[in-house]
């Protein structure tokens, strides 16, 4: 079983919107506390980058590219974190994936990946 299940990515315009989830749906979540939770990308040929994270009481930190136009948010209940993308730009697309620390030793889950594709 996929520890982590993301959804929301596409194709989207200039200046459009995109919602990423990620559920940590996986047994293992059950058994261990979440922490910190975010999303990175990576652009083709480029590192993988910190987008967004989020810690469990809501405090956040944003790349400075996305500052004012993304949104990272939590629901601990449902062990899901979300990105609200919106004023999206050509040099946002890559493909976005969702990170989770969890476990004694805050160990870092990772997701499959969505592609969010930005063009016109």
């Known amino acids: 079983q996929v520890p982590l299940v993301e959804s929301g990515g596409g194709l989207v315009q200039p200046g459009g919107s995109l919602r990423l989830s990620c559920a940590a749906s996986g047994r293992i979540f059950t058994i261990y506390t979440i922490y910190d939770m975010g999303w990175y990308r990576q652009a083709p040929g480029k590192q993988r980058e910190l987008v967004a994270r989020i810690t469990p009481g809501g405090t956040t930190n944003y790349a400075d590219s996305v500052k004012g136009r993304f949104t990272v948010s939590r629901d601990n209940a449902k062990k899901t974190v979300y990105l609200q993308m919106d004023s999206l730009k050509s040099e946002d697309t890559a493909v976005y994936y969702c990170?989770?620390?969890?476990?004694?030793?805050?160990?870092?889950?990772w997701g499959q990946g969505t592609q969010v594709t930005v063009s016109s």
């Open positions: 990170n989770v620390d969890a476990g004694p030793n805050r160990r870092a889950y």
